[in-house]
């Protein structure tokens, strides 16, 4: 039966189509058919790591949207029930952090003042809102979600399974309390983990760096020590040096000052000086000296005021006599050892707290000139200077973290390092060096996880104390609490602050159960999301234990510090084994000159813009195509967008369309092609076996996770396609030639199910046309089966295309270079070759002979020389000689081929039907007479014309 398509514009408009297609899968339920088909197929499982709802959506989320969207398409496609579960992260300084902004607060004052209770509404508030704006942008891109299975990790079961998690690591030794000094965000007013420094980097602050004396206990003589951060200059204990690092003593200004000798020119570069005494480091160890200020002189009787050996001492800065104080992760170590009580005199806002009363209430950062003003008073300022240096900085809040010492809840990941680097090595990461590079080296240098955050929005920390004796509980589930306070809990239930603060309970032995203020890193939220997501254990055991592990997980490369590293340690910690089993890491985009997309410096389009403009297939191509899905770098800008549209789309359109044209113009009937393939000209075997192989080549990289590969695997074979296949079949197809036409027909058909995880919506605008031909054609191309082949490749046949390409571009250029048009047949094109055969078949070598425009092809070892009509080229490995010697013969021919054409332009101008025989007036000269003489017959064949008559001009009647 013949078929009638729909007729294709000229014109493609994606964001049209993709808004027609989008209304017709939510017209005819078609994921719903989807998940209907597959239920009781094998169950393939991929995370949908939580997407923190704090902002409206941006290219940042599309990327790792689309490279989500693509695998579970494709099990699906391959015969498998995959649940399109997605999560959202609703709380943490994400979240706290955007409500302050929009309540215009600068501090937690602020939120106190305002009630604890109003914010975290707030926060709620804000959470549902770019929720729902996310869920709309997800569908917009093409991405299909599960309604049914998706989680929020403020959910009061959530927050449940996180609670019963957290006494299981309690339980194991893994979860204690410590003080310890820890990245601290002053503007957040909360201690960091050492993740959290990585996500937020560093950034080049100004600082005044000062030289300082202490005197030597006893005698006339000052050691130099050197630091940027004066504000921790009244908590000074001791002075390190290094082991191997030679000291001298240098009088300078009728001083004696001791430091590094490496150290003296530069520290000494303005002033006149003299050593006069040179010494290792252990003359220095154990001297005493005064401290700068007395507001902890007392210690003293713990072993402090004096010159100890530190590791981390070098000469690169300063003098080589480093100051320790309480705001340092190394002196923290060095005191702990040696058994010295800490102090911290900074408090929750990082301002002076009553230990400092003259700073009491001051920023630290405020302490600074005062600090320096005060010394100089003393006689202790050396030097000051500005210095630059890079500063870690606080993820959310962009501000300079300082270092603390913070009582914090910690995940001791140390006790379990050995166990999550064996189970990295049976991951499996795309890129495979991400495994042992960027990842595995973090494991090998993690540090216990503090776990614990003075703020407001967040899942609680479970850790009931006993106010008088001290008792840790830690609480695994609310009827644990319930049971333990004696108090039942409400039906809905907020484990939330402040209500969960206002459960408290009488000890027997005296005192009072109360919890402990923090709640936790956000991170442990979005870590805990294998088993939180399904309320385990406290019901859906079934459900988690068969969908852990996942089989798949996609995020950016940030991750390998965020969600990767804490689902890793979070559920190896609780169930001995990686939560995932094959691990696609995300590059980062930047703008068009490869700078980092910053919505303050409005360096990217907006995406809704985008959107409209060029649609989200465009940008999905876009995507998949780039290094960006392989952990590499991509720019972004519109010029760069529609360059990539422009390499995939108008092919594949065109092609689309130019068969549909010439099917509904010449009657198409599909045929199976094993009824054709016995009339197959060597272009049919060819791209029937191209199609093969890119098939097999697809399904290799979407198994192994090579997006982009996959998608230039399509970009190569739509090339080949209307380049070479359907240029060179032209004829074949314009006269409606049953054998070509089903050749194409079968390409484009299966062309349209083999991209369809990668663009589903143009994707499905393809093959709901195609589909009319056909007798088993389903209701989406995403019910359909993923297509795959077994067919053994011919591999010489490709590679003989290949060749034969090759040969016809560089003559073409010859061509061109040397103002020869192609219609003008030439005589002869000579080949070099290393070895005395042909590279082509008889068949291959035709369609070059053809398409280059020549009589004969011939291959040699050597060149002839020769310098009349000879034109050489040697280009992309091929050397060849095209003779340009003209017979009459060649000559006429080539005038038969500009005047066929000047009919067919004829024709088409005067948009005549394809099937009407018409008359033509042609002009006299240009020898135009001497080909219809000769060619007569052919030329009418061709060009549907009765007949010829000599005039001034050509005509049509």
């Known amino acids: 039966m013949k078929t009638k398509f729909n007729e294709v514009p000229v014109q493609l408009n994606l964001p049209e189509i993709e808004l027609k297609i989008l209304k017709a899968w939510k017209d005819n339920n078609i994921y719903e058919k989807v998940k209907e088909k597959y239920k009781t197929a094998p169950e393939k499982v991929y995370y949908d790591g939580p997407i923190t709802a704090n902002a409206m959506p941006h290219y940042g989320h599309i990327i790792p949207w689309t490279a989500k969207d693509v695998i579970p398409r494709y099990w699906t496609m391959t015969g498998n029930f995959v649940s399109r579960n997605i999560g959202w992260d609703c709380q943490g300084l994400p979240v706290e952090m955007e409500v302050e902004k929009r309540l215009g607060f600068k501090s937690k004052k602020e939120v106190e003042t305002f009630g604890i209770e109003k914010f975290n509404q707030e926060c709620r508030n804000s959470v549902m809102e770019y929720r729902d704006a996310m869920w709309k942008y997800e569908e917009r891109i093409g991405r299909w979600i599960e309604p049914t299975d998706t989680y929020e990790t403020m959910s009061p079961k959530y927050i449940?399974?996180?609670?019963?998690?957290?006494?299981?690591?309690?339980?194991k030794d893994l979860l204690y309390e410590g003080l310890k000094v820890v990245p601290y965000s002053a503007r957040a007013g909360t201690p960091l983990s050492n993740s959290e420094v990585a996500l937020g980097g560093y950034k080049e602050v100004v600082d005044p760096a000062v030289t300082i004396k202490f005197k030597v206990k006893g005698k006339d003589e000052f050691l130099l020590a050197w630091t940027t951060t004066p504000w921790t200059l009244p908590g000074n204990l001791m002075l390190s040096v290094g082991r191997k690092i030679t000291y001298c003593k240098v009088r300078s200004n009728d001083e004696v000052f001791i430091l590094a000798k490496n150290c003296v020119e530069r520290v000494f570069k303005d002033q006149d000086f003299t050593i006069i005494e040179e010494f290792s480091a252990d003359n220095l160890i154990g001297m005493e000296y005064e401290p700068l200020?007395?507001?902890?002189?007392?210690?003293?009787?713990?072993?402090?005021?004096?010159?100890?050996?530190a590791d981390h001492v070098t000469t690169d800065d300063g003098t080589g006599l480093v100051h320790l104080a309480p705001y340092g992760a190394e002196d923290f170590d060095i005191f702990m050892k040696l058994g010295i009580k800490i102090f911290d005199y900074l408090d929750t806002n990082a301002a002076f707290n009553n230990l400092i009363p003259e700073l009491e209430g001051k920023f630290y950062k405020q302490g600074n000139p005062i600090i320096i003003s005060q010394l100089t008073e003393k006689g202790f300022l050396f030097k000051v200077e500005d210095y630059s240096h890079q500063m870690p900085m606080c993820w959310r809040t962009d501000t300079p973290l300082i270092y603390k010492p913070v009582k914090s809840w910690y995940v001791a990941v140390t006790k379990i390092r050995d166990q999550l680097l064996s189970e990295n090595e049976k991951i499996k990461w795309v890129p495979e060096n991400i495994k042992n590079g960027r990842f595995g080296v973090w494991l090998e240098n993690a540090r216990d996880w503090a776990l614990s955050r003075n703020r407001y929005w967040g899942t609680p920390l479970p850790v009931w104390i006993n106010d008088v004796t001290g008792e840790v509980i830690v609480i695994g589930s609310f009827e644990e609490l319930s049971r333990l306070s004696g108090k039942d809990l409400p039906v809905d239930f907020d484990p939330h602050m402040p209500f969960v603060d206002e459960i408290t309970w009488q000890d027997e032995k005296g005192g009072t159960f109360k919890r402990v203020k923090e709640v936790i890193d956000v991170w442990y939220d979005s870590g805990a999301m294998p088993f939180a997501r399904h309320h385990y254990p406290f019901e859906n055991v079934e459900d988690f234990n068969r969908t852990f592990p996942s089989e798949y997980i996609a995020e950016g490369v940030d991750q390998t510090r965020g969600w990767f590293y804490s689902l890793l340690v979070i559920n190896v910690?609780?169930?001995?084994?990686?939560?995932?089993?094959?691990?696609?890491?995300?590059?980062?985009?930047?703008?068009?000159?490869?700078?980092?997309?910053s919505k303050s410096k409005k360096n990217y389009p907006p995406v809704d813009e985008a959107l409209t403009k060029y649609g989200s297939e465009a940008l999905r191509y876009y995507i998949l195509s780039s290094p960006i899905v392989e952990n590499g770098t991509a720019k972004f800008s519109y010029r760069l967008l529609e360059e990539s549209k422009r390499e995939f789309f108008p092919t594949i359109w065109n092609s689309f369309r130019y068969f549909v044209t010439y099917a509904n113009l010449k009657g198409f009937e599909m045929k199976n092609l094993s009824d054709l393939e016995n009339s197959f000209t060597i272009l049919d075997k060819w791209i029937l076996h191209r199609m093969n192989q890119i098939t097999q080549n697809v399904n290799s990289d979407l198994t192994n996770l090579r997006l982009v590969d996959a998608t230039r695997e399509f970009t190569v074979f739509l090339d080949d396609l209307s380049n070479w296949y359907i240029?060179?079949?032209?004829?074949?197809?314009?006269?409606?030639?049953?054998?070509?036409?089903?050749?194409?027909?079968s390409v484009l058909y299966d062309f349209a199910k083999l991209i369809a995880p990668f663009m589903p919506l143009f994707a499905e605008e393809l093959y709901k046309n195609l589909s009319v031909a056909s007798d088993h054609a389903l209701e989406s191309v995403h019910l359909e089966k993923y297509p795959t082949s077994e067919v053994t490749i011919d591999e010489d046949l490709i590679k003989q295309m290949v060749l034969a390409r090759q040969l016809a571009s560089v003559a073409s250029s010859v061509r061109k270079e040397n103002n020869l048009p192609i219609?003008?047949?030439?005589?002869?094109?000579?080949?070099?070759v290393s070895e005395e055969k042909t590279s082509l078949s008889e068949e291959v070598l035709g369609i070059v002979k053809d398409e280059i425009n020549v009589k004969n092809i011939v291959f040699v070892t050597e060149f002839v020389l020769s310098e009349k009509n000879w034109i050489n080229k040697d280009d992309s490995g091929v050397e060849m000689r095209l003779n340009?010697?003209?017979?009459?013969?060649?000559?006429?021919?080539?005038?038969?081929?500009?005047?066929?054409r000047e009919l067919q332009k004829l024709r088409k101008e005067a948009s005549v039907d394809w099937d009407k025989q018409v008359d033509v007036t042609y002009p006299a000269g240009e020898g135009y007479s001497e080909v219809i003489a000769k060619f007569e017959e052919q030329i009418k064949q061709k060009t549907l014309v009765k007949s010829f008559i000599k005039g001034s001009e050509f005509k049509i009647y």
């Open 293 to 309: 200020f007395d507001y902890f002189e007392t210690k003293r009787n713990e072993g402090c005021f004096k010159v100890i050996y």
């Open 727 to 745: 240029r060179r079949s032209r004829d074949r197809l314009s006269e409606g030639d049953e054998v070509s036409m089903n050749v194409l027909f």
């Open 573 to 597: 910690a609780l169930f001995a084994k990686t939560p995932y089993e094959s691990c696609l890491v995300i590059g980062m985009l930047g703008d068009e000159h490869g700078k980092k997309l």
């Open 884 to 900: 340009t010697d003209m017979t009459e013969e060649l000559k006429l021919e080539g005038i038969l081929r500009e005047f066929i």
């Open 823 to 832: 219609r003008q047949p030439l005589s002869l094109l000579e080949v070099k």
């Open 160 to 171: 449940e399974s996180v609670w019963w998690s957290l006494k299981e690591l309690y339980n």
